[in-house]
């Protein structure tokens, strides 16, 4: 996923999606509030490295980040930062880069991915389709991550609808891919669903780089013995 969002865990885009700002190692976005959620977990575990990073301006993101202000202030002060090919300007594009280059910022990073992407939704969605494969639950992570979850826009029933016990396992991710490709923008539709397909059929280009999940250690047809399913 990291890969793929290509933001790692430092570097922040502008509002080329309407997200308004992009951070982090699964791309934590502004308007939907992982980004606020996870700046406020890492200044209350390490208000000195927050304060390191934003300097006087540590307050003022915060705030900025929060519940508190609306989503068309939040996409309002994204755009104020946002200059050329999305690029974000300083100071901002180094307070950010310099947080993320933390290593115990990198932790929560992973830890807010995990917590809320991998546990509440794709492992959840895994059992709703009764999913076990290393590569299906890479896909559900993936569509957690980008799209949300398979209960948002109606693909839980759509893909229950389309799948078959007929189906070998990567016709089923590919069934799964193509759900999930067609409820999102249709200017994003060719993005998503390369992305999607490159996990269900364990290969394939996405932004343009050629991946091959089994040099990345992920099989078809193996099953991960360290996931529960609920």
């Known amino acids: 996923m990291a890969s793929f969002e290509g933001t790692g865990f430092t570097l922040i885009e502008g509002n080329f999606d309407g997200a308004g700002l992009t951070w982090g190692i699964i791309g934590f976005t502004l308007r939907d509030g992982e980004l606020g959620q996870v700046l406020s977990d890492i200044n209350s575990r390490h208000p000195d490295l927050f304060s390191q990073a934003f300097g006087n ?11 508190s202000t609306s989503e068309p202030q939040k996409l309002a002060f994204a755009d104020s930062i946002t200059g050329p090919n999305f690029r974000v300007a300083e100071p901002w594009r180094t307070f ?4 993320g280059d933390m290593r115990e ?8 991915a995990r917590a809320k992407y991998w546990t509440q939704i794709a492992i959840r969605d895994a059992a709703d389709l009764e999913l076990k494969e290393e590569l299906d639950l890479l896909l559900l992570f993936d569509v957690a991550v980008q799209d949300g979850g398979m209960r948002a826009k109606d693909r839980l029933q759509t893909a ?4 078959t016990a007929q189906m070998s396992a990567t016709e089923r991710r590919q069934t799964i891919a193509r759900v999930v490709a067609d409820t999102v923008d249709p200017s994003f539709r060719d993005d998503v669903l390369a992305r999607k397909m490159c996990i269900a059929q364990g290969n394939g280009v996405v932004h343009k780089a050629l991946y091959s999940l089994d040099m990345w250690g992920f099989l078809d047809g193996a099953i991960p013995v360290s996931v529960a399913l609920p």
């Open 105 to 112: 910022v990198q932790k929560i990073q992973v830890e807010r």
């Open 96 to 99: 950010f880069s310099s947080l």
């Open 160 to 163: 229950r609808d389309r799948l």
């Open 57 to 67: 301006e540590a307050d003022h993101i915060l705030s900025i980040a929060g519940p």
